[in-house]
Structure formats: C-alpha cells, structure tokens
C-alpha cells in the first residue's frame, strides 16, 4: 500500500517557467514533509522541507504548499532552470528518519 | 567529512550467490537505514537502525539481513540473491541533533545486477 502518492511521473517545463509537483498522504499520523533532489547516478538529497502546523515554506526558487485538511501537499519550482532537471521525490516521516517517498517525478527542464 | 560511503559501486550476481553492500558514516549519526529504488516505485525501506545493537525491518525485507555491531558502520546482507532484488540500493543516516529536521544523507549507491 503505498501511502504517499505523487504526481506527475514526469514533467517538462520551459526555462523560466513554473514547475508544480503534488503529493498526497493517508496517514494522519505523519509530522515532518520533506522533498528530496536526486540527479542520475547521485544519492536524493534534501531539498526543502515542511511541518504540518504551517501552510507554506520558501526558500529561494523552491515552495512547498501544505494543505492538512486535504492531506496534500506539493512542491513549486520557480523560474525553472535547466540545472534544476532532476528527478523529485517527496516523502513523509512519522518518527525520528523513518522515511515513506513518494514515486518520484522527472523534471526535465527546456532551455 | 566522507559523509556516507558505499561499497562496491555496482555490482552483477548470479541467482542464489550471496553478498554483502557495505555502508560507513563518518558523521557520528545514531540513525541508519538501507532503501531499495525502483522505477516508478521511489525508494522503499528496507531496513533501520537506531544505534548499535538495534536494527527493526523497514517495508520490504524479505531477503534480506542487517547488523550494526559499530556507530559507524551499517551492512546489508543478501542471503540468496534473486533476480527480483535487482535495483539501487541506498544507504542513509541521521544524527540525534537533526531530530528536528529528521534529514537524510545519502550515500551514492550501490547498482545490483543479479542474473
């Protein structure tokens, strides 16, 4: 059962446009939202993360938007880059690095 | 810093050998866990240990065994490779100070090929 379901699967997207990935969660239980970076043949690294008790979070280019009554939440890239081609993996955690990821999406950004 | 370092790379195995993917952590982290990645399925827990002596099965274990005899070092043991265990696997750590962000770090790999 796969508890955290995250769309699209691939997505493209012109240099300097917005790119939006969504994600939506079953258990209520999970307290800590992160969203991961992974290029090929790397490790995911942390790109942003969000706790339920608040609605929104930015840093830089990156936002995510958390909605807790819908379960969801998702990721806003703006002004994409062709460097921000990755793949993107959101993920929920109830306890201390007990991760559940998300499918994962392909970014590929246009020059 | 290394960070979080695997071992080999890639690796080919015949069905029913067995094998060991090392993973080391120079970070002093309590918290480590292997993850399997998939296409189309993200990266799935395997298993997790929350500090020396202490392992517990993640999602999908089956296969597969784990030990942490040292902070630093968390192996992942494949019993009888079979070909459904072809994939990337991953190795993570978190520190106890990082409780409040519960980040990840990654290692950078290891690709299994079992024929």
């Known amino acids: 059962q796969q508890q955290v379901k995250q769309s699209p699967q691939s997505l493209i997207v012109q240099k300097g446009g917005i790119s939006i990935i969504n994600c939506a969660y079953e258990?209520?239980?999970?307290?800590?939202f992160p969203w991961y970076q992974q290029f090929p043949g790397k490790g995911p690294a942390l790109l942003i993360a969000i706790r339920p008790d608040v609605s929104e979070k930015k840093e830089g280019r990156f936002t995510i938007s958390f909605n807790k009554s819908a379960k969801q939440f998702s990721l806003h890239i703006m002004d994409s880059q062709p460097g921000d081609s990755a793949t993107y993996f959101c993920?929920?955690?109830?306890?201390?690095?007990?991760?559940?990821f998300g499918q994962g999406t392909i970014l590929t950004v246009h020059p | 810093n290394a960070g979080v370092t695997q071992t080999p790379k890639f690796q080919v195995l015949k069905t029913g050998q067995s094998m060991t993917l090392q993973c080391a952590q120079d970070m002093n982290h309590e918290y480590m866990s292997w993850y399997r990645q998939d296409p189309g399925m993200g990266l799935r827990l395997i298993h997790y240990?929350?500090?020396?002596?202490?392992?517990d099965q993640g999602e999908v274990p089956n296969g597969y065994n784990v030990s942490r005899s040292t902070t630093e070092d968390f192996p992942l043991r494949l019993l009888s490779a079979a070909p459904s265990q072809t994939s990337v696997y991953f190795c993570a750590s978190t520190g106890a100070g990082r409780a409040s962000t519960y980040e990840q770090y990654f290692g950078p790999g290891t690709r299994l090929t079992v024929t």
């Open positions: 240990s929350v500090g020396a002596g202490i392992t």
């Open positions: 993920a929920a955690a109830t306890s201390y690095g007990k991760l559940t």
């Open positions: 258990n209520t239980a999970f307290d800590y």
